[in-house]
């Protein structure tokens, strides 16, 4: 499978603060998604990118497309400790490609 | 609304022991997929299946069969379980492959000892 890179692997911030990850390629991808899993439960998807340079929010998610197309970042304003679990980049080749992880704690 | 369902979710396999996973999805999606985590590996797509009658093999398909039965279940067989194996398995479909909104069920945790 295509390898996505995902970083940082994890994080241990205070409730409030904002959060970055981002997630690079070695292909290009014509969507990018962003999800997020919550201990004992699949993923669930947060936001969805189509178009290279787009910028999508979703309430305190913010996430953007790379212009090459083989990157993107999510941020995350004011974190609260339900943010707290692992979040996955992933490309949708003919299947969806999944980074490896972010794991996000939050501590109150 | 159920979504997609998998079961069991838990199991425990002695080494050499067969055993298949079931899922099934109540909205009409056309693809459906398996995927298995492991610790800092992210999600590695095993084998798929774009619509009913067609399977195609993912990143990691050895060790593993499946079975689109019909629309709405695709299960994952383990013909002589390994240790290799011991992981959680996740379901997903899509109304298209060319979809991103993929559902996944809540998983299956497996153990080979």
Same mark, same amino acid.
């Given at each position: 499978g295509q390898q996505l890179n995902q970083s940082p692997q994890s994080m241990f911030i205070q409730e409030g603060e904002d959060v970055s990850m981002n997630c690079t390629s070695s292909s290009i991808f014509n969507t990018w998604l962003w999800y997020k899993q919550d201990p004992g439960e699949g993923p669930v998807l947060l936001i969805a990118l189509y178009k290279a340079g787009e910028l999508t929010s979703n309430g305190r998610l913010t996430a953007q497309f790379g212009i090459t197309r083989k990157d993107s970042f999510l941020n995350i304003s004011a #974190?609260?400790? #339900? $943010?707290v679990g692992i979040y996955f980049c992933a490309g949708l080749g003919y299947a969806l490609n999944f980074g490896k992880g972010t794991s996000l704690l939050v501590t109150p | 609304n159920a979504g997609v369902t998998q079961t069991p979710k838990f199991q425990v396999l002695k080494t050499g022991q067969s055993m298949t996973l079931q899922c099934a999805q $109540?909205? &009409?999606?056309n693809s459906m997929y398996w995927y298995r985590q492991d610790p800092g590996m992210g999600l590695r797509l095993i084998y798929y299946s774009a619509s009913e009658g067609t399977t195609d093999k993912g990143e990691v398909p050895n060790g593993y069969n499946v079975s689109r039965? &019909?629309?709405r279940e695709f299960s994952l067989r383990l013909e002589s379980a390994a240790p290799s194996q011991t992981s959680v398995y996740f379901c997903a479909s899509t109304y #298209? #492959?060319?979809?991103?909104?993929y559902t996944f069920g809540s998983g299956t945790r497996l153990t080979v000892v």
């Open positions: #974190s609260i400790p #339900s $943010d | $109540d909205m &009409n999606h039965l &019909n629309k #298209s #492959s060319a979809n991103y909104g």
